[in-house]
């Protein structure tokens, strides 16, 4: 494949925190942020079944010296945020940011019943990029569009 044969460059753009979403009334919502080892006896949903994120928590949870206890793994992410609003477990995931209809960036508001909860572990994120196949012709467009996305990585 072009990823093991080095035929792809990653430009990273940036970081994500990592975190867990979860039901207000869950005992550790409280807490301002989270160590990985609070969530030992916590049940949780994966989002997305094909994802990554199973494998993500899994890892962050080993690291923690423990694994997780994966409950639910669904292919709606609204069916998983529903059973988590209900407090019936917790799921892993970046911190909810993005750019409201106004243009500000910031925190984007969950639903009423969910809360997100950042880990103090700083090198739990999510990396946002980009990858560029190597010796591969592209046209005007493309080579000004990874231009410019060159140009926002490097400010």
């Known amino acids: 494949s072009d990823i093991q044969n080095g035929n792809i460059d990653w430009y990273p753009l940036y970081n994500e925190r990592c975190g867990v979403l979860m039901s207000k009334q869950n005992p550790l919502a409280s807490a301002p942020v989270l160590e990985i080892k609070d969530l030992m006896s916590q049940k949780f949903f994966i989002r997305y ?21 994966i409950c639910f793994s669904a292919n709606s992410e609204d069916l998983a945020l529903e059973h988590i609003a209900r407090n019936e477990g917790i799921a892993l995931a970046e911190q909810p940011v993005g750019m409201d209809a106004s243009g500000a960036y910031g925190l984007i508001p ?46």
Not at 49 to 69: D, T
Not at 128 to 148: D, E, H, P, W
């Open 49 to 69: 079944a094909n994802s990554e994120e199973m494998s993500r928590l899994e890892a962050i949870c080993h690291q923690a010296g423990f694994k997780p206890n």
């Open 110 to 155: 969950l639903n009423d019943g969910l809360i997100f909860r950042s880990f103090t572990y700083e090198a739990c994120f999510y990396q946002s990029g980009y990858a560029v196949l190597k010796n591969r012709y592209y046209t005007k467009t493309m080579r000004q569009f990874i231009a410019c996305l060159r140009k926002y990585r490097t400010g």
